[in-house]
């Protein structure tokens, strides 16, 4: 029997853009996508398609489309996992902050409290799909805790981790490089998977389907996370070296970048990598492999969120050493706060961390971002808890208007890549800023002959252009 009715627990930056993909390229499915987070479902919602909870170019249209045909979102988590013949858990799996593992370990408590309720409400039989990015094995957990709890029906669990990037979010479940799909090797485990398959094959060729064991796709997930961040750190350590020895890191990059063993993806120097998936999925590598005892495959990675580390820090001291050693009560803006282009996603966003460096050093920041609201960049400094609530709102402003971010400030730092950037009248905004006028490019994305011949200073990353 083919599938009629999905369910996705979790209406986050995964469950809502994937599912909205699924009721577009397949009508003749339902999709219901579930969660317990009321003013986000109401988001996803909005009468006013430009007001759903995530940003994504092109998402809106995605969603416009399908919503009210065969794509709803509800808070009804019961009725949904009841009418479903396929539920995917798309729930969150951030580190965990307390107890064994803590800092390092994903925390699988809201997957856990999935698998229950699952339980409990399901009448027949289930395929249980594993979106959510976890630790290899979590299938066998997710499997005891259905069968033991449950009411006799059963469940095949399958693995089929989420390869989008933010930001290209739409373009990648749109036309995604693979599909991996991970089943038991028994004929259900079997059937289970081909009916996932099939559901994919609306639009993606099929030899792109790739079809595995459940361990091998629960770790080809946290692999390729660890493969694309350790790319970034690789190069920044390197883009240190040029800042010493007069290379350019761009130079470097395209020099290597066109060895085709090596590629030229993902090779572009920055203030560091951010978002909520890379430094959390080394994070639990790290973690597997101490468990295991393998404690230098351990170590091999956790150096890649050390320098990542070092690397926002480096930035946000190189500010404070070009500011004469003293950024106390200097103006300076920051644009952008996401933690890439293209997306509202704050979360690790590396101007988090440089903004907490510069409050530590008393500067006075104004936050530009064209997504990003007052109220996130607030909480993402409250949620570090390194001072008061009162503090962070008053040496930090945001700004509606990058122009009076700019206006009166000793420098600008530029923490996520807008395009938006790269067009703005850059001689008015010098006009307006005391001098000597700083740009530290976090993201070499400004002309920075430009930016020299208005007059600026300038400070990139890996070059000592
Ligand atoms: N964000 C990405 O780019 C990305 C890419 C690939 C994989 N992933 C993985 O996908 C998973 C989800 O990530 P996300 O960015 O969508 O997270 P998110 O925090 O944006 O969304 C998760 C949602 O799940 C909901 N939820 C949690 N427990 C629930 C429950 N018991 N019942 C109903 N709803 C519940 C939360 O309210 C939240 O809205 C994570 O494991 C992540 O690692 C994320």
Redo the contacts with the bound molecule.
């Keep these: 029997m083919s599938v009629k009715n999905i369910c996705c627990?979790?209406?986050?930056?995964?469950?809502g853009p994937t599912m909205a993909m699924i009721a577009k390229k397949c009508p003749h499915i339902n999709v219901t996508v579930?969660?317990?987070?009321e003013a986000?479902i109401a988001a996803w919602n909005d009468e006013d398609v430009s007001n759903i909870p995530v940003y994504e170019p092109g998402l809106s249209d995605v969603v416009a489309e399908a919503r009210g045909r065969n794509l709803f979102f509800s808070t009804d988590?019961n009725s949904a996992i009841d009418i479903a013949e396929v539920i995917f858990i798309?729930?969150?799996?951030p580190t965990k902050m307390y107890g064994a593992g803590k800092g390092q370990a994903a925390d699988l408590k809201?997957i856990e409290?999935?698998a229950r309720?699952i339980a409990s409400v399901a009448k027949n039989d289930k395929i249980i799909v594993e979106?959510?990015?976890l630790p290899v094995r979590t299938a066998s957990a997710i499997k005891d805790i259905l069968t033991h709890t449950g009411s006799g029906v059963s469940f095949q669990i399958l693995s089929n981790?989420?390869f989008?990037a933010?930001g290209t979010a739409v373009e990648d479940l749109d036309s995604p490089d693979r599909v991996l799909i991970g089943g038991d090797d028994t004929p259900e485990g079997q059937e289970a998977l081909r009916k996932l398959v099939d559901i994919y094959a609306n639009w993606v060729p099929r030899d792109r389907i790739l079809t595995t064991s459940v361990w091998s796709s629960e770790l080809s997930k946290l692999t390729a996370n660890a493969f694309l961040a350790q790319r970034v750190s690789s190069i920044n350590a390197l883009s240190e070296i040029c800042e010493k020895t007069e290379a350019n890191i761009a130079e470097v990059a395209r020099a290597i970048g066109t060895d085709s063993r090596i590629g030229s993806k993902f090779l572009k120097s920055s203030v560091g990598f951010g978002?909520?998936?890379f430094q959390?999925d080394i994070l639990n590598l790290v973690y597997i492999a101490k468990s295991y005892g393998l404690n230098e495959v351990a170590n091999y990675w956790e150096q890649v969120i050390i320098m990542n580390d070092h690397q926002k820090t480096r930035f946000a001291s190189k500010i404070v050493s070009t500011l004469y050693n003293t950024v106390n009560g200097k103006k300076i803006a920051l644009l952008g706060w996401a933690f890439k282009k293209d997306t509202n996603d704050t979360r690790e966003s590396p101007a988090i961390h440089v903004a907490d460096h510069l409050l530590f050093e008393q500067a006075n920041l104004a936050v530009y971002d064209p997504k990003v609201s007052e109220e996130q960049v607030y909480n993402d400094l409250d949620y570090l808890k390194t001072r008061e609530r009162a503090e962070n709102r008053a040496n930090l402003q945001v700004y509606l208007d990058p122009y009076e971010a700019c206006k009166g400030a000793h420098a600008i730092a530029v923490l996520t890549e807008w395009d938006e950037f790269k067009t703005y009248d850059w001689k008015s905004i010098y006009n307006n800023m005391l001098k000597p006028a700083t740009v530290f490019d976090g993201r070499n994305v400004l002309d920075i002959a430009e930016l020299k011949a208005i007059g600026f200073q300038v400070r990139s990353i890996g070059s000592t252009l």
Excluded: H, M
């Design positions: 627990i979790g209406a986050g930056y995964v469950g579930v969660d317990l987070n986000r988590v798309s729930v969150n799996t809201w409290l999935c309720q979106k959510s990015t981790p989420e989008l933010e978002g909520s998936c959390k």
